[in-house]
């Protein structure tokens, strides 16, 4: 059923038709709507889940990974400072192979205090293990979350779905809600192979030293590289069951593209126009989006950029000491290849300045204007 | 009540193999929990001597399911875990009660892991939280935590020539979650295992959040001979530092009055961390600490005799 819903309520309901059973979340600016609502669900019976109303978000992931390791589909949500606190029971959530699927607002991490958004927040998640889907609509944040249960639960790994503070968590569009009968059909209950129960007593998080611990994390690293053919596949199961396809990257007027833009999140949704537009101007220039940061969609970038004329990424985000996480990570992918494009590296939009249709042209326009990128960080409407 | 004799024909649930000191009480405590709780239990354990010495990879001293999920957040883990049962046996997934027990030394309990043990408490999730308070972070080399005596010496409190071991009382954290009005919270020791898994027993019989804080003597933290750990329990009790007691719907109730109060330095006298105290110089601390010991000793005589 179609409804008009903001993205903090895409995320709820992407909770509500995945039939969480178990919800364990601490409220923080700009999420608040989303446990807001699943508390409601919860009260009236919509969702029949059990929501513990914990006193952080430290206490939220150690919920979540309790309630997990019983064999629930679990589900949290946070934003910023909130998701900070939690990163340690991120790593345990990876290391403890329990597949919780985990909201997050993008918003800037503070001093000075924000509430805007940036992707600071998440992108520190880095190196965890913990999947990350940047959607660009609230449509996709509802999809996605569906999605995300059903590949975590495969590999056993957890997954971050992450909407734009404000862009998208107060931004109110057209949901396809699905009905509930197709989701059922598309996402079979979780059901683990080893759980905490006294009929089959296991030990789960015991000490290992450096006879076991090293493939434990080659084995993480397995399974996640495996959740690329996943993400691809149930992304495409998705679109023949509900008219939507989804995948690790998403192509834009691409094919004759001698320069590639790239973006994320709502830039990317924004980059569109800025794509229609250079084109009419007679610009050979199509948008790449990034829609899984992890894993990162290495094979493709390389498929789609070798041999193209010029590469230029936008960041909303920085590593400080090195430049944004996105172009890092695309030249990264493409060292080692041939025939591989320059890449002009943009930081624009930190801390939820606006970024606009004309701020994406000038980007793109800069970039066919100059040789080579000058610098390794290219600022963009920084006021100094 | 368990007799010793039904217990001791029990079959062990934290069994041999763990590689705890010798004259480690906490291994006694858990081994006497377990007994009591039986098979049907899930236990959580916060990182710490007890989830490092029972669960060496690939080896497992529990014979029931064990989760280690941190060190500051058992209760947390705890509620993930007891959320989910009691909804499975309230859709008729399963019959019967399992019981959920988080358990955390001092490190765990009285300091990093307070926060997320207040959430639990208040939120009334039907589990028992157990605290071995072994009184300093022992396994990360006997530093001073909240729980620590005044005076003792610890690694990070020492017993030096100008400031003479750890300055402050310990925190009551009995007390402190008695004030979170929950059912049922009690002070245990193990040389009492009468009274104690009594205790273990009535918490998990009682519908909603319980609590159990249990001294637990260590012979290296303390520094005494490793025999002498149930005798250091025991002084701990006749002394009234670690009064026995419990508060059932906020009504205190002493489960051990000595007969005649011996002084604390029949206690402190028997171990190396508080061997500084034995010196004419630090006579002060030992009266100070003495005062201490009565004077929260006689409130709750108070509150024992009010029924409060």
């Known amino acids: 059923m179609k409804q008009v819903i903001m993205g903090n309520h895409a995320l709820s309901f992407g909770a509500m038709i995945s039939r969480v059973q178990v919800i364990a979340a601490y409220p923080i600016t700009p999420q608040t709507q989303v446990v807001e609502l699943l508390s409601e669900l919860c009260a009236d019976k919509r969702l029949d889940a059990e929501f513990i109303k914990v006193e952080s978000e430290h206490s939220a992931m150690a919920a979540c990974c309790g309630a997990s390791a019983v064999g629930a589909r679990t589900f949290t949500a946070t934003s910023a400072q909130g998701l900070a606190l939690m990163h340690e029971m991120i790593h345990w959530a990876v290391g403890g192979r329990l597949p919780v699927v985990l909201g997050n607002i993008n918003r800037a991490m503070g001093p000075p205090w924000t509430i805007w958004t940036d992707q600071n927040d998440s992108l520190s998640q880095r190196d965890t293990g913990c999947l990350q889907f940047y959607a660009q609509s609230n449509q996709e944040v509802l999809d996605t979350v569906v999605q995300a249960f059903k590949v975590s639960e495969q590999i056993l790994l957890p997954s971050m779905v992450i909407l734009d503070a404000f862009a998208l968590s107060h931004t109110s569009e057209v949901v396809d809600v699905p009905d509930q009968k197709l989701v059922d059909e598309y996402l079979p209950p979780f059901n683990p192979r080893y759980i905490l129960d006294p009929k089959e007593p296991h030990t789960f998080g015991g000490l290992t030293g450096p006879d076991g611990y090293y493939e434990l994390r080659y084995k993480i690293e397995e399974a996640i590289q495996d959740s690329k053919r996943l993400i691809n596949e149930t992304g495409k199961e998705f679109g023949e069951l509900f008219g939507r396809e989804y995948g690790l990257v998403e192509k834009y007027k691409l094919d004759d593209a001698e320069i590639v833009l790239i973006a994320s999140s709502t830039i990317a949704s924004t980059a569109r126009v800025a794509i229609d537009e250079l084109q009419e101007e007679g610009k050979k220039v199509g948008l790449l989006r990034v829609r899984v940061f992890r894993p990162f969609p290495s094979e493709e970038i390389r498929e789609l950029l070798v041999n193209r004329k010029k590469v230029a990424v936008i960041d909303r985000n920085i590593s400080f000491g090195h430049g944004g996480i996105f172009a890092q990570e695309i030249k990264s992918a493409l060292y080692n290849c041939k025939d591989k494009p320059p890449i002009w590296g943009y930081i624009t939009g930190i801390g939820g300045r606006d970024v606009t249709v004309e701020h994406i042209k000038e980007i793109v326009n800069d970039t066919i204007k100059s040789e080579k990128p000058e610098q390794d960080i290219l600022w963009k409407g920084v006021k100094l | ?308």
Request: glycine content about 8%; aromatic content about 10%; some cysteine.
């Open chain 2, 1 to 308: 009540m368990p007799s010793l004799k039904q217990l001791s024909s029990e079959k062990d649930l934290f069994t041999y193999g763990h590689r705890a000191c010798a004259g480690c009480a906490a291994s006694i405590i858990l081994r006497q929990v377990a007994l009591v709780a039986g098979k049907n239990t899930i236990f959580v354990g916060a990182t710490g001597c007890m989830e490092v010495v029972s669960t060496i990879f690939p080896y497992t001293a529990w014979k029931v399911p064990f989760l280690h999920n941190a060190f500051e957040n058992s209760a947390a883990t705890g509620s993930g875990i007891e959320t989910t049962y009691r909804s499975l046996k309230k859709r008729g997934k399963i019959t019967k009660k399992i019981n959920v027990i988080a358990f955390g030394g001092d490190g765990g309990t009285y300091d990093i892991g307070f926060q997320s043990l207040s959430g639990a408490m208040e939120r009334r999730h039907d589990m028992l939280y157990l605290c071995y308070n072994n009184e300093a972070y022992m396994n990360t080399g006997i530093q001073r935590s909240s729980a620590t005596p005044f005076g003792a010496h610890t690694t990070t409190s020492p017993a030096g020539t100008v400031i003479p071991g750890k300055q402050q009382f310990p925190k009551d954290l009995t007390e402190a979650i008695a004030a979170h009005d929950i059912p049922y919270v009690a002070q245990a020791a193990p040389h009492n295992w009468a009274d104690f898994t009594k205790k273990v027993e009535k918490a998990l019989t009682i519908e909603g959040p319980t609590f159990i804080n249990v001294l637990s003597p260590c012979p290296l933290g303390w520094v005494y001979p490793p025999h002498l750990s149930i005798k250091m329990s025991k002084l701990a009790a006749e002394t009234c530092f670690w009064p026995l007691y419990e508060v059932e719907n906020g009504i205190h109730k002493i489960n051990f009055k000595p007969r005649e109060k011996k002084p604390l330095i029949e206690w402190t006298k028997l171990q190396g961390r508080f061997r500084h105290l034995l010196s004419e110089s630090n006579k002060h601390i030992v009266e100070e600490a003495q005062k201490e010991v009565d004077r929260k000793w006689n409130r709750l005589l108070k509150m024992a005799e009010a029924k409060i």
